[in-house]
């Protein structure tokens, strides 16, 4: 390996978390075998990533923006490339990484290897996939059709923007204290402003989004791996990539644009075999997802609210109403975050 060699294997990961996680396992197998890999994101100083880069490496692990960054800069190159790795494809099309992803595949020997790992498998990955891989095998693990852990008891509350932060008070103080919560809400005002309210009663938790520095969101995962603050609020973005085992459970304060995102997010707990608890906020703004969060919840066996029943029509309750059909009791508003943005 000479100084300005470009790298051997590259893998690509939609965020700063999930490159430092295979970071850390391509460094379990590197020590002993003298292969070289460092990783390269965005939210940092370059410095260390260009020494690295310039020293050569045979493994780099980069999220998109700035593995471009450093290409423009020719800090690095990528003609050695043989493998290429592109982890959470999906993912990184949600995002809006797929012109970059594009611009990196064209830089790179068209005789290589192409390793492409996906949750999911919508029209827009399969169109990416024929473009980037030749004779290709496809491995499924599991079903294709989307499925919930069966492992994961669902839990959907029907209530209105005002029922929500008395609900949310009513399940975390339901939790034992030890117990590791991730409430997931859809933006980035919402998840400061609910951490606000949360912390203002005494709830122990800290928030991560788009918009904290790196430092920050280092800082409050490893504090929630730790325990040391057993309450997580996120958005979508911040979370991909987040890889904690002994997570209890999963509310969706803000329910997920789509059933792709609702079986990610609460994938998050039930792993390992472990059992978890997935609790969802269903308002009307979450209609259109009625019928498929229903097939989801018969498939995985669990409650259908009568409520979300009837919104779907031809489906019954599956074994009683348990969870109500008409807000999941706890009502009135409350102090503190009323889900409207508003206090």
């Not at 294997?9 to 003298?34: H, M, Y």
């Not at 008395?166 to 030890?178: E, I, N, S, T, W």
């Not at 669990?302 to 807000?327: D, F, I, K």
Request: aromatic content about 6%; proline content about 3%.
């Amino acid at each position: 390996l000479q100084r300005g060699d470009g790298p051997i294997v590259l893998v690509v990961a939609p965020t700063r978390e999930l490159a430092l996680q295979i970071k850390q396992e391509c460094d379990k197998f590197g020590a002993s075998s003298e292969i070289k890999n460092t990783v390269v994101y965005g939210g940092v100083p370059k410095y260390s990533q260009t020494k690295d880069l310039r020293d050569g490496v045979e493994i780099v692990i980069a999220t998109p923006g700035r593995l471009i960054d450093h290409l423009e800069a020719n800090t690095t190159n990528l003609r050695r490339v043989t493998y290429l790795v592109l982890d959470e494809a999906d993912r990184m099309l949600d995002m809006g990484f797929e012109p970059q992803i594009r611009k990196i595949v064209s830089q790179i020997r068209p005789d290589r290897q192409t390793l492409m790992w996906s949750a999911t498998w919508p029209k827009e990955v399969q169109r990416m996939a024929n473009d980037f891989l030749r004779d290709a095998y496809e491995v499924h693990v599991g079903s294709m059709d989307l499925r919930a852990n069966v492992m994961i008891t669902q839990v959907i509350e029907m209530v209105t923007d005002y029922e929500k932060y008395p609900r949310l008070q009513h399940h975390l103080r339901g939790v034992a204290r030890d117990d590791k919560v991730i409430v997931f809400v859809e933006t980035k005002k919402g998840c400061d402003q609910l951490t606000r309210s949360l912390r203002g009663e005494g709830f122990p938790c800290r928030c991560i989004h788009g918009d904290k520095s790196q430092q920050e969101r280092d800082e409050t995962l490893a504090d929630f791996k730790a325990n040391r603050i057993p309450i997580l609020i996120a958005t979508d973005v911040a979370a991909r990539g987040l890889d904690v085992k002994d997570i209890r459970m999963v509310i969706n304060f803000d329910m997920p644009n789509n059933i792709e995102d609702y079986i990610h997010r609460i994938g998050r707990t039930g792993r390992a075999g472990a059992k978890g608890t997935a609790v969802s906020f269903f308002t009307d703004k979450a209609a259109k997802m009625a019928k498929e969060l229903v097939e989801i919840l018969y498939e995985a066996k669990q409650e259908v609210p009568q409520a979300l029943a009837t919104q779907v029509g031809g489906y019954g309750s599956g074994g009683g109403n348990r969870y109500g059909g008409g807000g999941g009791g706890g009502g009135g508003r409350g102090g503190g975050y009323n889900g409207s943005g508003r206090y």
